[in-house]
């Protein structure tokens, strides 16, 4: 089982019928990589804490819909986080979070994740927000050092974190137990402070991590390993509507792909097997950003060789 860990919100989104006003899409990068890995197929279940409110009711039933467990969720009273959702031009969005008191950044340690999980993701607001970050720092340590296969996604969102310098710490002491870092072109500079990327991938697979999965927007994705480059795929050809959800699709369906498979060690996969891998997750973003709001697509909507070796 994937376990997908941290927030579910609401973002509000420009209405396609009238951008000037706006329309409520559930959401939040954990929740959206539940999303897809729940429609691809894969057991898969969201630790968060989720309010009890309406908006939490819809998030509760959309996973369900989707397939993912909803055991590892806690309800609580406090509302709903809100994000509003600004896009530009070419359709890339930028959010203003609503965070204050909400539900999903008290979530409580749930202690060791069920036996059957095999791999943990974490990231976004959810490793940013106290007391909820801790928890989930928490969660990661204990998880990896029992051999369960990790991911972080920090998806960084800057104005929501106070103090820079101190995340970029703590991130540091996340890696060594990190074994699947997924991080943006942006996300990489900020994290570094404007190194290169090459630079930066090389302290982060030093620091422990196996492999650093690069998304470029409209250029494509790529991995990383201690090898180097191991592969790179193109974006997929679609009309975008929006980026919203893209990167955290592309996280979804990767695990998805992996989880499939049965592969625990990253550091072994041939590059032809990564690039089956990145392919498959950047179709499934294609079709996240061909409509409005974080939609992963189903199973039935990709084709993927199911024999494919490792």
Known sequence: MIVSGGEALVDLVPAESDPDLLAP???????????????LGVPTALLSRLSTDRFGDALVARLEASGVDTSLLQRGPEPTTLAVVALDETGAARFSFYTEGTADRLVADPGPLPATTRVLSLGTLGMVLEPGASVYEAVL???AERGVLTALDPNIRADMIRDPDAYRERFVSWLPSVRLLKVSDDDAEWLTGGKSVAEAVATWLDAGVEAVVLTRGGDGLSVYTADGEAARVPAADVTVVDTIGAGDTVLGALLAWLANRGVTNLAAMAPDAWSQALAYASRAAGVTVSRSGAEPPTSNELTDDQNASV
């Open 141 to 143: 340590h204990r998880e």
């Open 25 to 39: 899409r559930l959401g939040g990068g954990p929740y959206n990589v539940a999303l897809a890995a729940g429609r």
